[in-house]
């Protein structure tokens, strides 16, 4: 599309451009920050030029402040989609829980609606766990190639969504048509394998896309 190549994420039927519209600082209280209307030229911009992907999160702006809280991202994006009839069989949209003890059915379902409402949209193309719900090495940025499955039973990992809470949530909002399909950030491959399984366990869709760091200059997710 227009020069950009487009592929499936995983085995789903959902079509990404390579090259993606980050947002983590759109709207933010730094002082090199884009404002509204640089963020509004940027999709403009971007969908011109075959880029359908747009990555979010509840969590942005970073950094964030009163004037400018947490959430205010998708707002903008979601004025952006409002502008023009059609906006929104253009793009891909995907946006993040925040993850931790935040991740459970119950948040799950909830940050998506909140998420969904900044937007305004009836369904998120992909949605995400920023970080994973349960211990992991790898939750922090994804630096650690090393997983220690006894550190699920310390005391601070207790109380931990399990991996079929989960994926039954996320499979529950694909059948009421809030998603097309779930994933994960800053994980490893534990955790998108034991996904995997959960969502075969409890008969949901499985992962379709892991969102890890990569660059020139970190590749150890190819490990």
Same mark, same amino acid.
């Given at each position: 599309?227009?020069?950009?190549?487009?592929?499936?994420?995983?085995?789903?039927?959902?079509?990404?451009?390579?090259?993606?519209?980050?947002?983590?600082?759109?709207?933010?209280?730094?002082?090199?920050?884009?404002?509204?209307?640089?963020?509004?030229?940027?999709?403009?911009?971007?969908?011109?030029?075959?880029?359908?992907?747009?990555?979010?999160?509840?969590?942005?702006?970073?950094? *964030?402040?009163?004037?400018?809280? #947490?959430?205010?991202? %998708?707002? $903008?994006?979601?004025?952006? /989609? +409002?502008?023009?009839?059609?906006?929104?069989?253009?793009?891909?949209?995907?946006?993040?829980?925040?993850?931790?003890?935040?991740?459970?059915?119950?948040?799950?379902?909830?940050?998506?609606?909140?998420?969904?409402?900044?937007?305004?949209?009836?369904?998120?193309?992909?949605?995400?766990?920023?970080?994973?719900?349960?211990?992991?090495?790898?939750?922090?940025?994804?630096?650690?190639?090393?997983?220690?499955?006894?550190?699920?039973?310390?005391?601070?990992?207790?109380?931990?969504? *399990?991996?079929?809470?989960?994926? #039954?949530?996320?499979? %529950?909002? $694909?059948?009421?048509?809030? /998603? +097309?399909?779930?994933?994960?950030?800053?994980?490893?491959?534990?955790?998108?394998?034991?996904?995997?399984?959960?969502?075969?366990?409890?008969?949901?869709?499985?992962?379709?896309?892991?969102?890890?760091?990569?660059?020139?200059?970190?590749?150890?997710?190819?490990?």
């Amino acid at each position: 599309v227009e020069g950009i190549r487009h592929r499936r994420l995983g085995n789903s039927d959902i079509a990404v451009s390579e090259l993606a519209l980050g947002t983590q600082r759109w709207g933010g209280a730094d002082y090199n920050s884009p404002d509204e209307e640089l963020c509004h030229a940027f999709l403009d911009r971007g969908v011109a030029a075959g880029i359908n992907l747009i990555d979010t999160a509840e969590q942005y702006p970073i950094p *964030s402040d009163r004037l400018r809280p #947490e959430g205010a991202t %998708e707002a $903008i994006i979601g004025r952006w /989609l +409002r502008k023009g009839t059609g906006r929104r069989n253009k793009v891909v949209l995907c946006s993040k829980i925040t993850g931790g003890r935040n991740v459970n059915k119950r948040s799950i379902k909830e940050d998506c609606e909140g998420s969904l409402r900044r937007l305004g949209v009836d369904t998120l193309d992909v949605y995400l766990l920023h970080w994973p719900a349960r211990y992991t090495p790898q939750s922090n940025w994804g630096q650690s190639l090393q997983y220690h499955v006894e550190q699920e039973q310390a005391p601070w990992n207790k109380s931990a969504a *399990s991996f079929e809470e989960i994926a #039954e949530a996320m499979g %529950e909002m $694909i059948a009421e048509g809030k /998603l +097309r399909g779930w994933g994960m950030c800053n994980d490893n491959a534990y955790g998108l394998t034991a996904s995997c399984y959960a969502a075969r366990a409890v008969g949901a869709p499985p992962p379709c896309v892991l969102q890890n760091d990569f660059s020139v200059i970190n590749r150890r997710v190819e490990e």
